[in-house]
């Protein structure tokens, strides 16, 4: 699958603001069975400094910086995708058990930038609630095969959890949704993240898009969506690292696009950094996930 | 002697001192020594030892040493227990090898951790021990320091069991804590004991300081480097020693908004713009240097220092990410470590540790959980918990807890320590003690021990927990030598002697312009109360509030926000007016803001400036008039010494400039005031003497006129006289002279604003004479002033942006 990705996002503010040095983390990073060709990234008004920069994950930073004064800041990042993960990824009798994995990961000797080790502790957006242990109970048991517990957790946290847009902001910790049971797919990504690592398991952040799925016979939304997130397990040294999607309560596949991979919803924010002055600053998004055979004519 | 012989000091001690006691198990030599040593203090204090205790105890206060618990809104008094701790050079040598081997190893391994990895790589270290640090920062990887040194100073806390054998109970390399209240402890001691560490042939700390600093020179790009001690702020625990070292040092104290990167190079922001800074002592975590790189919820760091760091050229101790080696799981490789990486055993073994993230090891905690103790294998400040005290119930809980996240769990063997000597209710007492030692490269890379250390007595509880604990006393550990210590040496020959003092930031010299004028507006508000209560006022006019004279005086305090309004009796108005802390221009509040500001200025401000601002206010008695006149004349003469301090000991530096500037712009604007409230075109005698005596003029109009006062004189005097320093003409001239000895930042010659407008106001008062003199003018004084300050406080204090003028960064 071929997809064409417009992210625009238009910041406004009531009084201007002074200077901004900022991080975007919009540009897809390399990930398995995902290719992405043509990226562009429009700012406008036009950045003084813009240059790309290290960073510890999967994930592509661009750092921006803007000494004029501005009252309004638009970013737009776009590119066309390839997906091509092969047959859909299904729990199977054979998986290693939920305590192989945890000793495998413990064991593994890599340091790379999706290497297990990273994702197996607490982060800062990530803490470990033992509340949240005490919810995941069983799902999680030692001597079940990994990807089919993990399965159950996506899918409970669907079942018991309240899908709220507005609900929630990009600041809400993961104990204040855990508690009230609702929010958005940060919140649920954190969540998972934060029962699997309990578990011992290593679990990582995923920012990314989400193709929306039109329902029969109806065109396709168009910019209504924002950029969605997901969890990623790794599931032993054999399965790798596999995606699951607890807001919609499944293993991630050809619909869901990898942009990039971190501890917690810090490491792959968007957006961030320092902004002086710009009181009374308004955000709207809009992105276009398109199917490359929908693409409207130019 | 008599029958009633008292047991000297040893002998009483012994007495009761527990097997391993430092002392009591000292070999004979040493057990001399420690005998000269407590009859010496014995002699020195009556043979009372809470004399002894109350002598080091007043030297404490006096230094200025202070502290906070976390959460602490006040600083504490430093608890300095009174006793030293002996250490003889043979021992001492011990230690020493033990350390800078450890320190050594220490390097290499957080070399090989952010760069080939090939610990982890050979299966000699587990990945999840690095990188389950929260000190571990992955972006530091292929970040290499200059000269390859992450580290520049490590601190070991020892612990000595009860057989004499020293271990390594903790390492740490993210701030070298207590290194400054070691250095204090033994300024307090030595003072408080005269001679007596230079008769007992006691090692000096100065060598090793200044050995330090040219470690932290030598690895910095230029050869006469600007060093900065980067500060979280001084609601940091550790603030006052961070203050004390940076004088000490002469290091620039600065705090994150001091500071910014342009271009991948670190400035800090002047009084004579953007200014190089070519290292940082850093006395904060990774986490909070730069928002852009590591954590984004900070706001004490500087901006893109990781890109100043990673381009090369900036020196940082540590190096970001050098925390990750304090993880407690370390100790159970560390031996491995050793002979993997230096082929040899460690000098000084680490207290035995076993990680449970391997499962050999997690089955050997549990099985002797009993014996061990527990804790985070990550966290070097969080408590352990021994096994034995837990009950079925929470050993369960610990055991399901570890089962799941074994990695996050350490055991360790129960730590017995030996005792030393301490006054506990004036009574010579043993107890348990750990020692902090420090130890920093030298000009040549190589390690260097601080000859001494921070002894911490515990009190009560964990004393492996932070640096002090509740109820935990600090002493002075003594190395002694057995012939005497030659004087310093000065290593590598004398520096180049130089004239002026370096940088002034562009915050210090905020903070010492608004703390010259705060003393300049308490100083006033104390002259208004005192003439309230009828100090100096004609005896028959008396201290009544009825007359438009007072009711005016009154108006101005309150407009000042000492009291609420008119109203009330003299006696409850002036004590809220001095004492009424919710009042925000109250004498209380006022000196509180001084106390505020004085404290970002620590590193600036002399031990007698900031004794004299924090003595608490005089008392007083709301009904009795004297004991207010006497408070308030009092707080006066406390204003004078801080004036008088200021003009005879501070050297006329641009910081001595910015605080006077701040004291002379703060009374040129209350003239202004006071002339236009007393010194109108109605002003009465009342008025005009009033005005004199606010403006400490009196005597002068007296030696003058024979008259009582006139308008014309008067005014003369206390707005135009330029020989008069309480005149407002006075005050302006100074003004001009400060603002033209300034710095400038302009190539082309040009006055800056500043310049200007103080010239002009000087200009403007020159031809007024008293007879011409209109309030007009007055107010238009006033005007230019308020203007001046705002000049000033744009261009010295305010650099936000990056200046465009690329000559004058250098």
């Given at each position: 699958m071929i997809y064409h990705v417009r992210h625009r996002t238009i910041l406004r503010y009531a009084?201007?603001?002074r200077l901004a040095r900022f991080n975007l983390r919009l540009r897809p990073a390399p990930w398995m069975g995902q290719w992405t060709s043509d990226y562009a990234l429009r700012v406008d008004?036009?950045?003084?400094i813009i240059e790309s920069r290290p960073a510890a994950w999967p994930v592509h930073v661009a750092r921006l910086v803007i000494e004029s004064p501005i009252r309004q800041l638009t970013i737009e990042s776009s590119f066309r995708a390839g997906v091509q993960h092969g047959a859909p990824i299904v729990p199977d009798a054979g998986d290693p058990t939920v305590a192989t994995v945890a000793q495998a990961a413990l064991r593994d000797r890599d340091m790379g930038p999706s290497a297990p080790a990273h994702y197996l502790f607490a982060s800062p957006r990530a803490p470990l609630l033992a509340a949240i242990g005490a919810w995941v109970g069983d799902t999680l048991?030692?001597?079940?095969?990994i990807v089919a517990a993990a399965l159950d957790l996506a899918l409970r946290i669907k079942a018991e959890f309240a899908y709220q847009?507005?609900?929630?902001?990009?600041?809400?910790p993961v104990a204040d949704a855990f508690a009230a049971r609702h929010g958005v797919c940060q919140d649920f990504a954190h969540v998972m993240v934060v029962a699997l690592r309990l578990a011992g398991l290593p679990a990582a952040y995923v920012s990314g898009y989400l193709r929306t799925l039109p329902p029969p016979g109806m065109p396709r939304l168009v910019g209504a969506d924002a950029m969605h997130a997901w969890a990623m397990l790794w599931c032993g040294p054999t399965r790798g690292w596999i995606g699951f999607d607890p807001t919609n309560g499944v293993i991630t596949g050809d619909d869901h696009l990898f942009v990039a991979m971190g501890r917690d919803y810090a490491d792959v924010a968007p957006m961030d950094g320092l902004f002086v002055g710009g009181a009374g600053q308004s955000l709207s998004v809009m992105v276009d996930v398109a199917p490359e055979d929908e693409k409207e004519p130019a | 002697m008599g029958i009633d012989v008292q047991l000297n000091w040893a002998d009483a001690y012994l007495a009761q001192a527990p097997v391993g006691d430092l002392f009591a198990g000292a070999s004979p030599t040493m057990a001399m020594r420690w005998r000269t040593m407590l009859d010496q203090l014995s002699t020195q204090a009556q043979a009372d030892p809470a004399i002894l205790a109350d002598h080091v105890a007043r030297q404490a206060i006096d230094l200025g040493m202070a502290f906070r618990h976390t959460g602490d809104e006040e600083e504490r008094s430093w608890p300095l227990g009174p006793v030293p701790l002996l250490v003889d050079a043979a021992e001492w040598a011990h230690i020493e090898r033990g350390l800078i081997q450890r320190a050594d190893l220490l390097e290499r391994v957080v070399s090989d951790i952010y760069s080939t990895q090939s610990l982890v790589r050979d299966g000699k270290l587990p990945a999840s021990i690095v990188?389950?640090?929260?000190?571990?920062?992955?972006?530091?990887?292929?970040?290499p320091p200059p000269r390859g040194h992450h580290l520049h100073f490590y601190a070991a806390d020892i612990g000595r069991g009860p057989t004499g054998e020293w271990r390594v109970l903790a390492d740490r390399v993210r701030t070298p804590v207590g290194v400054g209240y070691a250095l204090e402890n033994r300024l307090a001691l030595s003072r408080a004991t005269g001679d007596l560490l230079g008769t007992m042939n006691t090692r000096r700390l100065a060598p090793f300081f200044d050995e330090l600093r040219r470690g932290l020179a030598a690895?910095?790009?230029?050869?006469?480097p600007r060093i900065g001690l980067l500060t979280?702020?001084?609601?940091?625990?550790s603030y006052a020693e961070q203050a004390h070292l940076a004088r000490y040092l002469g290091l620039l104290l600065v705090e994150g908004d001091d500071l910014i990167v342009s271009d991948g190079r670190l400035f800090v922001r002047t009084i004579q713009g953007l200014k190089r800074i070519d290292g940082l002592w850093r006395w904060m975590d990774s986490r909070f240097l730069d928002p852009l790189a590591f954590?984004?919820?900070?706001?004490?760091g500087v901006p893109d220092l990781y890109d100043a760091c990673a381009r090369g050229g900036l020196m940082v101790?540590?190096?970001?990410?050098?925390?990750?080696?304090?993880?407690?799981?370390f100790a159970a490789f560390l031996p491995q470590l050793a002979q993997a990486m230096l082929g040899t055993d460690l000098i000084l073994p680490n207290i035995a540790t076993w990680w449970c993230g391997q499962p050999r090891e997690c089955d050997h905690v549990r099985a002797r959980i009993d014996d061990l103790v527990v804790g985070?294998?990550?966290?070097?400040d969080a408590p352990f918990t021994?096994?034995?005290?837990?009950?079925r119930d929470q050993r369960a809980a610990l055991f399901d807890a570890m089962a799941r996240r074994p990695m996050d769990y350490v055991g360790q063997e129960v730590v017995k320590l030996s005792t030393t000597p301490a006054v506990i209710d004036g009574q010579l007492t043993p107890l348990p003690f750990t020692l902090r030692i420090f130890v920093a490269r030298d000009a040549t890379g190589r390690w260097r021990v601080m000859p001494g250390g921070f002894a911490r007595l515990a009190?009560?509880?964990?004393?492996?927990?932070?640096?002090?604990?509740?109820g935990d006393m600090s002493a002075d550990l003594c190395v002694v030598d057995s012939s005497p210590v030659p004087p310093d040496s000065l290593l590598g020959g004398a520096p180049a002697i130089r004239r002026i003092g370096g940088m002034l930031p562009a915050k210090a010299a905020d903070n010492l312009y608004w703390l010259g004028r705060y003393i300049e507006r308490t100083e006033m508000t104390l002259r208004l109360i005192r003439a309230i209560v009828g100090g100096?006022?004609?005896?028959?006019?008396?201290?009544?509030?009825?007359s438009p004279t007072m009711a005016r005086l009154v108006d101005q305090l309150a407009l000042w926000g000492?009291?609420?309004?008119?109203?009330?009796?003299v006696g409850p108005l002036c004590a809220t007016a001095l004492?009424?802390?919710?009042?925000?221009?109250?004498v209380r509040a006022l000196m509180a803001t001084v106390a505020n500001i004085g404290e970002g200025l620590r590193d600036r401000l002399s031990s007698d400036v900031w004794r004299l601002v924090r003595l608490p206010l005089p008392g007083f008695d709301a009904a009795v008039t004297e004991t207010l006149l006497d408070a308030s004349s009092r707080m006066i003469e406390r204003m004078s010494a801080l004036s008088g301090l200021a003009a005879e000991?501070?050297?006329?530096?641009e910081g001595w400039r910015f605080h006077d500037m701040g004291r002379r712009m703060e009374r040129a604007v209350n003239g202004c005031r006071l002339i236009a409230l007393f010194g109108?075109?109605?002003?009465?005698a009342d008025d005009l003497m009033l005005l004199l005596d606010l403006m400490d003029s009196q005597i002068s109009y007296r030696t003058r006129y024979?008259?009582?006062?006139?308008?014309p004189p008067v005014r003369d005097l206390v707005?135009?006289?330029?020989?008069?320093?309480?005149?407002i003409a006075w005050q302006a001239l100074r003004l001009a002279d400060h603002v033209a000895a300034l710095p400038t930042?302009?190539?082309?010659g040009m006055p800056e604003e500043p310049r200007r407008l103080a010239d002009a106001l000087a200009a403007r008062l020159a031809p007024l004479t008293g007879d011409t003199l209109t309030m007009a003018d007055i107010a238009d004084v006033e005007n230019r002033l308020l203007r001046l300050s705002e000049a000033i406080g744009q261009r010295?204090?305010?650099?936000?942006h990056k200046t465009q003028d690329a000559d004058i960064l250098s």
């Open positions: 009084s201007p603001m008004p036009a950045p003084s048991a030692p001597d079940r095969p847009p507005g609900a929630t902001t990009a600041a809400t | 990188t389950g640090s929260p000190h571990y920062w992955r972006v530091m990887t292929g970040t690895d910095c790009e230029r050869t006469d979280p702020g001084r609601f940091n625990q954590d984004g919820q900070s706001r004490i101790s540590n190096w970001p990410g050098a925390g990750v080696i304090e993880s407690r799981a985070s294998a990550f966290l070097a021994p096994g034995a005290t837990l009950d009190g009560h509880g964990d004393i492996r927990a932070a640096l002090m604990g509740q100096s006022i004609e005896a028959d006019l008396g201290p009544s509030l009825a000492a009291v609420p309004g008119r109203g009330g009796a004492g009424d802390a919710r009042q925000s221009g109250s000991n501070m050297g006329r530096t109108g075109d109605n002003a009465s024979l008259t009582g006062p006139a308008l707005a135009l006289e330029p020989h008069n320093p309480r005149a930042l302009r190539a082309d010295y204090f305010l650099q936000l």
